[in-house]
């Protein structure tokens, strides 16, 4: 299994463009969730899944939006990127809420000038 | 609401001293407890958790945990620690009843020297 993957590792945008950032699991979890990492600032919720065709939102979903059209994948977009987004991104996936381990992708680098 | 308090941002310790990682929550509702460690530029990975049951949680490479309920503390400990364990370590809580939400610490830089 490759567990959770993300796609792109690294990414610079300007300010106002658009992005998606790409999340997979290959492990069959109904649970998706994405976290920004802020330097000294622990990991902060802002959006989750509980399984294909639902979403809501965490602490912080202001400028993000995300979809989840299949059990694999749940893509987090950015439209009109501020400074303020400038952070890590990372994606975790979980099979129940009972277990409670959550599997953690990579992250993804994202830097807006 | 509920939050989490790790009380040192970084601790330097020598390589095969014992280690204490402090960890305080607050929550109106019960709470699993939970410690995730980073290493430099991967994602976060599980040490252990506490769901229900026996208060003293042992976890991978060699670290456990007190849940302390009276004191609202979930601290983690390893009596010897290794270079390999040069981390960040982030405690965590989710509410009972909820998604599966993690609500974490800031995170605790663990530094071991040679």
């Known amino acids: 299994n490759a567990g959770v993957t993300q796609t792109p590792k690294f990414r610079i945008l300007k300010i106002g463009q658009s992005m998606t950032l790409q999340c997979t699991q290959d492990m069959n979890h109904n649970y998706m969730y994405w976290y920004r990492q802020d330097p000294g600032m622990g990991l902060k919720l802002i959006y989750y899944?509980?399984?294909?065709?639902?979403?809501d939102k965490g602490e912080v979903p202001n400028g993000y939006n995300v979809s989840r059209s299949t059990t694999e994948d749940f893509p987090l977009r950015l439209e009109l990127a501020a400074p303020s987004q400038t952070s890590v991104y990372f994606c975790?996936?979980?099979?129940?809420?009972?277990?409670?381990?959550?599997?953690f992708g990579p992250g993804t680098r994202l830097t807006v000038l | 609401a509920q939050s989490v308090t790790q009380l040192d941002s970084q601790v330097p310790v020598f390589e095969e001293a014992p280690v204490e990682l402090r960890c305080n929550y607050s929550s109106s509702v019960s709470v699993y407890l939970f410690w995730y460690v980073q290493y430099p530029n991967q994602g976060l990975q599980l040490l252990l958790k506490?769901?229900?049951?026996?208060?003293l949680v042992k976890g991978i490479n060699g670290f456990e945990a007190e849940f302390n309920k009276s004191q609202t503390s979930f601290h983690l400990r390893k009596p010897s620690v290794h270079i390999s364990d040069t981390a960040e370590y982030f405690c965590?809580?989710?509410?009972?009843?909820?998604?599966?939400?993690?609500?974490f610490g800031k995170g605790t830089k663990l530094s071991v020297k040679p």
């Open positions: 506490y769901l229900s049951g026996s208060t």
């Open positions: 899944s509980v399984g294909a065709g639902i979403t």
């Open positions: 965590a809580v989710s509410p009972r009843g909820s998604q599966g939400n993690l609500i």
């Open positions: 975790a996936s979980s099979y129940d809420r009972v277990s409670h381990e959550q599997f």
